[in-house]
């Protein structure tokens, strides 16, 4: 595909897919892959997309926005070849969803009413998965993804639950369980408990602090991957300090590590 002029079109990136899968002279690689080899690349694009987002990078989530696309296309073309579902048929079912679940933009007067709006989106799924002759569930927790991140699915767990009113009326509550939470897990590591009972406690104390996050509306997930840049970048300021003394991290001490963290800390803070 020598010819880029229609590289900004859609049927070029299928083409290309097409082409990396076919049997005579595609890739060898792409052609071992299947649907569970590839969805650990799928959710290490999404992961991309969103550092690039919060890196403010134009460029580079442009880039990794073609990555992630690349990840639909790959599926589709799989799916196409087993003669499940094309690439189309993704678009058109996407599009005929968004259409369906947002009645107050593309519905009529009635429904585009403010008042038509609040609640509709779960209803509509529900109507969608018994027009699919879906089971209906047997709790209102049954639909949140197990292959979630631990502390956003913790965090859409109690949101689900807190819709029928299983919910800490104020942040204050949550403080006090967190408290609770830390005292217990303090309990088990003095009395020398087991591995399994420090872990319980630990998950507890997590899935408070995400209690804790959703309540300050603050994403738990992006806060740490906040937090881990900054943990990065200052502790990348205390190798440079220590290769302008001559000095490795391993030949350093804790002490001076410390000074020069709070050194970075000051510098950061300007």
């Not at 020598?2 to 005579?24: C, H, N, Q, V, Y």
């Not at 990555?67 to 499940?84: K, N, P, R, T, W």
């Not at 006090?176 to 939470?181: A, F, G, P, V």
């Amino acid at each position: 595909m020598s010819d880029t002029s229609d590289f900004g079109r859609i049927d070029a990136l299928l083409a290309i897919m097409a082409k990396l899968r076919s049997p005579e002279g595609g890739c060898p690689w792409d052609l071992e892959q299947n649907f569970a080899t590839i969805a650990p690349y799928t959710i290490e694009e999404a992961y991309e997309v969103a550092d690039a987002i919060e890196q403010g990078d134009m460029g580079e989530l442009r880039d990794e926005l073609g990555d992630l696309l690349f990840q639909v296309v790959f599926h589709a073309q799989m799916a196409s070849e087993a003669g499940s579902f094309t690439f189309e048929d993704v678009v058109r079912a996407i599009c005929e969803k968004m259409i369906r679940r947002h009645p107050h933009v593309f519905g009529d007067e009635t429904a585009r009413s403010a008042g038509a709006v609040k609640g509709r989106w779960e209803e509509i799924k529900a109507e969608e998965k018994a027009a699919r002759g879906k089971p209906a569930r047997e709790s209102i927790l049954d639909d949140v993804p197990l292959a979630l991140p631990a502390l956003t699915r913790a965090v859409k767990l109690q949101a689900r639950a807190a819709r029928v009113g299983f919910d800490w009326p104020s942040t204050a509550e949550v403080l006090d369980k967190l408290n609770e939470e830390m005292l217990e897990l303090s309990e088990e590591l003095t009395k020398g408990g087991d591995r399994d009972r420090i872990e319980d406690e630990f998950g507890d104390l997590l899935f408070v602090y995400a209690n804790l996050a959703r309540h300050l509306k603050i994403d738990p997930e992006a806060a740490l991957r906040r937090t881990n840049a900054k943990f990065r970048r200052r502790f990348g300021r205390i190798e440079e300090k220590l290769a302008a003394k001559g000095i490795s991290p391993e030949q350093s001490t804790l002490e001076e590590m410390d000074a020069l963290w709070n050194e970075a800390k000051r510098e950061e803070r300007g």
